[in-house]
T-cell receptor
Framework: SAVISQKPSRDICQRGTSLTIQCQVD?????MFWYRQQPGQSLTLIAT?????????ESGFVIDKFPISRPNLTFSTLTVSNMSPEDSSIYLC?????????????FGPGTRLTVT | GENVEQHPSTLSVQEGDSAVIKCTYS??????FPWYKQELGKGPQLIID?????GEKKDQRIAVTLNKTAKHFSLHITETQPEDSAVYFC??????????????FGKGTKLSVKP
């Protein structure tokens, strides 16, 4: 498996501001993903972070609202832009494609965001 | 597209009893089925997975069974312990040529194990 860290672990933000969440993995991975999990709900894929190119967004999520970077095989950021209370959620980084493994997918600890 | 249904949404058992969580999927092309355990305040943890070339897989007290014909798979936890209390998610995806399609998750089952 992989050790995945996220920063910050939680934050309380004012509406209209933006927050950038960082995801760091301790080994190179093929795939990195960003998910949203609203309280008491299941996981929803926001986008796949592609190294060196634009992220691939799922239906209902757009780059202007959730810009994503992936400069290398171990690091990615997700920005939540122009936040509103509806963006209050847990944001999870996920990775797959570790060397020597088949295609298991692992999750980070999450970033708990509250927008006031 | 793929749809994954998970039942029950909540499950309460006595310590030492067995717990079973069931999922059905709609896309017959799905061939990879992981299960995740999410404890309060933590990210989901992969606990076991199964691929469609096998019907059952065990790891100590947990096991997963797959019925491809009926398109359902189940998680079995034996000799439950209070630390098994968590939310469990099933998921399905398609693995192909060394890559994998997106995981589609069930809505989760909150398992409570009473001492």
């Amino acid at each position: 498996s992989a050790v995945i860290s996220q920063k910050p672990s939680r934050d309380i933000c004012q509406r209209g501001t933006s927050l950038t969440i960082q995801c760091q993995v301790d080994s190179q991975v093929t795939m990195m993903f960003w998910y949203r999990q609203q309280p008491g709900q299941s996981l929803t894929l926001i986008a796949t972070a592609n190294q060196g190119s634009e992220a691939t967004y799922e239906s209902g999520f757009v780059i202007d609202k959730f810009p994503i970077s992936r400069p290398n095989l171990t690091f990615s950021t997700l920005t939540v832009s122009n936040m509103s209370p509806e963006d209050s959620s847990i944001y999870l980084c996920s990775v797959a494609g570790l060397a020597g493994e088949t295609y298991e997918q692992y999750f980070g600890p999450g970033t708990r965001l509250t927008v006031t | 597209g793929e749809n994954v249904e998970q039942h029950p949404s909540t499950l309460s058992v006595q310590e030492g009893d067995s717990a079973v969580i069931k999922c059905t999927y709609s896309d017959s092309a799905s061939n990879y089925f992981p299960w995740y355990k999410q404890e309060l305040g933590k990210g989901p943890q992969l606990i076991i997975d199964i691929r469609s070339n096998v019907g059952e897989k065990k790891d100590q007290r947990i096991a997963v069974t797959l019925n491809k014909t009926a398109k359902h798979f189940s998680l079995h936890i034996t000799e439950t312990q209070p630390e098994d209390s968590a939310v469990y998610f099933c998921a399905a995806s398609i693995e192909y040529g060394g890559s994998q399609g997106n995981l589609i998750f069930g809505k989760g089952t909150k398992l409570s194990v009473k001492p």
